[in-house]
């Protein structure tokens, strides 16, 4: 019996790219660039930089391999075919026609390679008037660094597929964006028409002043146009299947005027907001010594919280000469639509009479003019410290001794006498039980248990609670169902974009079902600020979810889903509850 095995040298390597174009690709859609190593098991060294203008994202990789093994005339032949193929989604260009995506340069076993060019037709959606797009801005002209709101409402009239929607402003560099709203979803009656209406707002923050071109919003959609029946028989059985067809509609085009802030009557403390704001203090306890902690409460609301800063405590006159203060700051909280600030000082004297003002200055772009809000004083009544001395530790009643102890001239005898000093040691049951140590030892386990069915029993019928404890274990309990569902992600990568997407729901009180990658990416930026981890995070969503279109089956290595835990528990970690 031979084996033969037929190796691939460097010689013998190919690499290839192609694109499935079974389907039509349309303006702005996003599809899976393959490139195919022929002659080698191993990924190699890609440069995408000629790719740029379609913004690439990885899709990872698998080995697509086979081994083949023949006998003729008792002689066996194992024949192996080398193969890795390496996915990137791409992104379409605007402009239908033909899309030429460029040959790249893939290095192989320290020997490099160029792909083929690809060439692409963009295909032209159709238009329709079953489904409808409109933008609106809350104001078209603002001040820059002042925050407006841009509503989107997507109105279908007819049965749909997959949609995109594009809004221009929301990726340019013009503005900072934050979410506003959740989409949300109504039945509702349009021009005598019955429709679904999904609308969902942003808040747009223009960088500086000027005339900016938002574009022209759109979106593309998959609408049915009518039902085909199969010749299969299976098919038949159930009956026809509904065939769509990609249109695509715009909205209006919108700009929007940007006034610069004015330069003139700027007050000291002025770091960017624009809107109308308020603040408010407290302090706790109000009578103390020097020394003692005073807990600070600082309130501040307004049009919009995400750009309100710590206040500047340092800068304020009689703040910091009469108080000490740590340079440590707690991150705020939001409350009651209220960000909330919290700090410790202690008073340095016991001539403070008050904790002075603290300012808040904000442009009012209603009137135009720079405000200055201020908390009123909080009265305080500070007492000096008190010194201990030597009396305060020893006792006030405490007097010398001048002659020894008694004991020590008598022994024993001159303190004890007589059956007074014998102590009864033996045991009784009765004693025992009514005794306290022995009280406390058959109560404690009964308290305990009841304390637990207690607390559990409030958790559970109280919503806050349940939702608290719903965020505190949303981590944990992705990770576990990662881990259990590991083989079944492998083969099927879009239950992996839902457990992810579930996670973010569970963790920060959002409808799983309706985010997206994107929605997914706003969230953990707002509450972590940690955008390496939105962007992995969203990035991962995003290619799940493109794999179902892929030609090849992408597999989702233990790699990826382990990258996955290691991206939850960082947004957990950094995230507040």
């Not at 009656?189 to 960088?207: C, F, H, W």
């Not at 008694?406 to 005898?413: D, F, H, L, N």
Request: proline residues 6%; hydrophobic residues 35%.
């Amino acid at each position: 019996m031979v084996f033969a095995s037929i190796d691939a040298k460097a010689a013998d390597i190919r690499v290839l790219a192609a694109v499935d174009t079974s389907r039509d690709i349309y303006a702005g859609d996003q599809f899976t660039y393959q490139i195919i190593i022929d002659g080698h098991d191993q990924p190699g060294q890609i440069d995408i930089s000629p790719l740029a203008k379609f913004n690439p994202r990885s899709g990872g990789g698998g080995n697509n391999s086979q081994t083949s093994i023949s006998i003729v005339n008792g002689r066996t032949t194992t024949t192996v075919v080398k193969q890795y193929i390496m996915n990137y989604t791409l992104t379409a260009l605007n402009q239908p026609g033909p899309m030429h995506i460029p040959a790249v340069n893939v290095t192989v076993n320290g020997t490099q390679f160029q792909t083929n060019e690809v060439v692409l037709t963009i295909a032209q959606p159709g238009t329709t008037d079953q489904i409808e797009l409109e933008v609106t801005l809350s104001k078209d002209k603002c001040y820059a660094g002042q925050p407006i709101i841009m509503t989107v409402k997507f109105y279908v009239y007819s049965n749909i597929g997959d949609y995109q929607i594009n809004i221009p402003a929301l990726t340019s560099d013009e503005f900072f964006v934050e979410d506003n709203e959740a989409t949300k979803q109504y039945r509702i009656n349009r021009k005598n028409r019955d429709a679904v209406l999904l609308t969902y707002s942003k808040v747009l923050i223009p960088k500086h002043d000027g005339e900016i071109n938002l574009g022209t919003p759109s979106v593309s959609a998959d609408v049915a146009v009518g039902r085909t029946r199969s010749r299969d028989t299976f098919d038949n059985f159930f009956g026809s299947s509904v065939q769509y067809k990609r249109f695509l509609v715009s909205a209006v085009p919108l700009k929007l005027s940007v006034l610069p802030l004015p330069g003139q009557d700027k007050p000291p403390g002025f770091y960017g907001l624009v809107g109308r704001y308020m603040i408010s203090a407290a302090a706790s306890p109000a009578k103390v010594s020097v020394g003692d902690p005073i807990t600070l409460t600082i309130k501040i609301g307004g049009d919009y919280l995400k750009p309100i800063q710590w206040p500047e405590l340092e800068q304020i006159s009689g703040l910091t000469e009469n108080f000490k203060m740590p340079s440590q700051k707690s991150p705020p909280a939001v409350e009651n639509g209220l960000k909330v600030f919290t700090q410790t000082i202690r008073p340095a004297n016991d001539k403070i009479t008050e904790i002075p003002s603290i300012p808040l200055s904000y442009f009012d772009a209603e009137k135009g003019q720079y405000v200055t809000a201020k908390t009123d004083p909080i009265k305080l009544e500070v007492s000096p410290a008190r010194i201990l001395t030597t009396a305060d530790v020893e006792g006030r009643d405490f007097s010398p001794v001048s002659k020894e102890v008694e004991a020590v001239k008598k022994g024993i005898s001159a303190n004890y006498e007589g059956p007074d000093c014998l102590t009864n040691t033996g045991f009784s049951l009765m004693a025992a039980i009514t005794t306290p140590i022995y009280l406390a030892g058959w109560l404690a386990p009964i308290a305990i248990l009841l304390t637990t069915f207690l607390a559990k029993s409030i958790v559970q019928t109280n919503p806050e609670m349940a939702a608290r404890k719903r965020r505190r274990s949303a981590a944990a309990n992705a990770i576990k169902q990662l881990k259990n569902m590991e083989l079944q992600i492998q083969n099927h990568p879009e239950l992996l974009a839902e457990l992810m997407k579930q996670y973010i729901g569970q963790r920060f009180d959002k409808v799983a079902g309706s985010l997206t990658a994107e929605d997914c990416r706003q969230v953990i930026i707002s509450s972590t600020e940690d955008c390496q981890s939105a962007n992995q995070f969203r990035d991962i969503i995003s290619d799940c979810e493109a794999s179902r279109y892929s030609s090849v089956t992408r597999q989702f290595d233990n790699e990826t889903i382990n990258n996955v835990s290691q991206l939850i528990r960082t947004i957990d970690k950094k995230s507040k509850l």
